[in-house]
Nanobody, 124 residues
Framework: QVQLVESGGGLVQAGGSLRLSCATSGFTFSRYAMGWFRQAPGKEREFVAGISRSGGSTRHADSVKGRFTISRDNAKNTVYLQMNNLQPEDTAVYLC?????????????????WGKGTLVTVSS
């Protein structure tokens, strides 16, 4: 059974930091590109960051570039999102997702599996 379980969310003041984790099981993690997405209340889901199977390529949305960093540990089947200098507009449910990446060691495009998310709330 495929599982993606996010953790690390919570309430933080503006300027603070959080590190999200997404622990996975039920599929061969090292064969999947991974991504983080977020959905704020009343808004559409948006891409935050993506990482290739090996971790050699990453991409971050312009809104988080320089503040957030995606990484992965294939030995632990886990992907991370380090979030620094958090701002109220970062408040959202953060979800991780997996892309089978049949094309090779590429950034994620179409996601096959999704987690349920973890809530991040940033107070001003």
């Amino acid at each position: 059974q495929v599982q993606l379980v996010e953790s690390g969310g919570g309430l933080v003041q503006a300027g603070g930091s959080l590190r999200l984790s997404c622990a996975t099981s039920g599929f061969t993690f090292s064969r999947y590109a991974m991504g983080w997405f977020r959905q704020a209340p009343g808004k559409e889901r948006e891409f935050v960051a993506g990482i290739s199977r090996s971790g050699g390529s990453t991409r971050h949305a312009d809104s988080v570039k320089g503040r957030f960093t995606i990484s992965r540990d294939n030995a632990k089947n886990t992907v991370y999102l380090q979030m620094n200098n958090l701002q109220p507009e970062d408040t959202a449910v953060y979800l991780c997702a997996a892309d089978r990446a049949y094309a090779g060691d590429t950034l994620p495009t179409v996601m096959d599996y999704w987690g349920k998310g973890t809530l991040v709330t940033v107070s001003s």
